[in-house]
């Protein structure tokens, strides 16, 4: 059943552990240098570490996640934890780049911690108060994202990258301890009685949910944009005008976080029955954020206040549609966030994968057109939602809409 509600010391926990857990996935990315240099690997190999993190992680949404509705969530969150610590320790000590490679794919499967707690928030939530503690917790993990970039990159000059392993090994530890004894015990019913059957039934649920489809749709889209932008700015601050040193260029990650603001005010807004206003709002964002970033080729401010925009319609949007998913069927929510974040990825992968290939040829402009269409494409979306729920209205039907 629903909770009855959730503390804000627990919520707060509930948000730091999801942002420590998801900075796993980011750690190595601004380090890939200093590794290279150690290990004496190429470029080329040692850049696979951010694809095996990353095929880690998403083969840990799909296996993973929907465990929070076969298993007690209070004993797999710290599990996996644990096994994270363990994948961590073993990067810090890997002889080469292949045994790294392959403790690197381990820390991405395991670090899916994120995606378990957030259902788990939203199950301890009153339904009044859903959107904006899931939103809360959401903003925790959003600054994992952007801030572990940063953190790696200033602690990996005094302690190096094994260092840095080490450091979020221990973290990874003590959360674990933390969680064990923080985490309230549901007494749920558990619907599933087998791994496969949860497995399949998380497929299911895809062709089942029109409201599901849609909000992947969406969330394919805003994280498109949100890697179209991320992937190649640092090509951009390196080069003239700006032609930053690596430290600075991570320091544009705290710009970013100030989007996340968009989180609570998102699900406050999503609790009162306002969604769909909203999803309209931050798919429009995310044209204009490309929009004000195109000129800043060689204007710093128009540069960091498109930043700022993009990332508060990126994370808006991803708080509404988790909120949305998230009334769909109580006893499966782990299921729809192994569906929505999936999908999610799959859009972030093909975003980054087409915003590098915009910039081989046309640069900035042509990665500012490429997020500024994909925005387009969110806003034609929720215009033929916003169609379709007014053509019903017309018909006197009673059907809700996606």
């Not at 059943?1 to 804000?8: F, L, Q, Y």
């Not at 380090?31 to 190999?45: C, I, N, Q």
Request: glycine share 12%.
């Amino acid at each position: 059943m629903a909770g009855a509600g959730v503390g804000t010391g627990l919520v707060f926990l509930f948000a730091l552990a999801c942002g420590l857990s998801v900075a796993n996935l980011y750690y190595l990315q601004p380090l890939l240098a200093l590794v290279a240099s150690e290990l004496h690997s190429s470029a080329s190999t040692t850049g696979l570490l951010v694809t095996t993190i990353q095929i880690g992680f998403g083969v840990g949404i799909v296996l993973l996640v929907p465990l929070g509705d076969l298993l007690d969530r209070r004993a797999l969150v710290p599990t996996l934890l644990v096994a994270c610590a363990a994948c961590l320790t073993a990067s810090a000590f890997a002889p080469n780049i292949s045994v790294l490679l392959v403790t690197s794919a381990g820390v991405g499967l395991t670090s899916v911690v994120a995606q378990a707690l957030v259902p788990f928030a939203a199950d301890l939530a009153a339904d009044e108060r859903r959107g904006q503690v899931v939103g809360t917790v959401m903003t925790g993990l959003l600054l994992g994202i952007l801030l572990a970039r940063t953190a790696s990159g200033l602690l990996a000059a005094v302690i190096g990258w094994r260092g840095v392993e080490a450091a979020a090994a221990v973290v990874a530890i003590v959360m674990g301890l933390v969680l064990r004894a923080g985490l309230p015990r549901m007494d749920r019913p558990k619907p599933l009685e087998s791994y496969r059957e949860v497995l399949v039934s998380a497929w299911r649920l895809l062709g089942a949910e029109p409201v599901l489809r849609r909000r992947c749709a969406y969330g394919a889209l805003l994280f498109a944009a949100f890697s179209v932008l991320w992937t190649n700015v640092a090509f951009l601050l390196s080069s003239p005008p700006y032609s930053y040193p690596d430290w600075v260029i991570g320091l544009f990650g705290l710009v970013g976080a100030s989007g996340a603001t968009a989180s609570s005010l998102a699900g406050r807004l999503a609790d009162r029955g306002h969604g769909r206003a909203v999803t309209g709002a931050m798919a429009v964002l995310l044209v204009g954020g490309f929009g004000l970033l195109s000129l800043g080729a060689r204007d710093l401010v128009w540069l960091v206040l498109g930043m700022v925009v993009l990332d508060f319609g990126c994370f808006g949007l991803h708080i509404v549609n988790q909120h949305e998913i998230y009334r769909l069927r109580e006893q499966a929510r782990s299921r729809l966030t192994a569906d929505y974040i999936g999908i999610y990825f799959v859009g972030g992968a093909v975003g980054s994968a087409l915003s590098t290939l915009a910039w081989a040829r046309y640069r900035w402009e042509g990665v500012c057109a490429l997020g500024a269409f994909i925005g387009i494409i969110a806003v034609a979306l929720w215009a033929d939602e916003l169609r379709r729920s007014h053509a019903l209205r017309g018909s006197g039907a009673s059907v809700s809409m996606p």
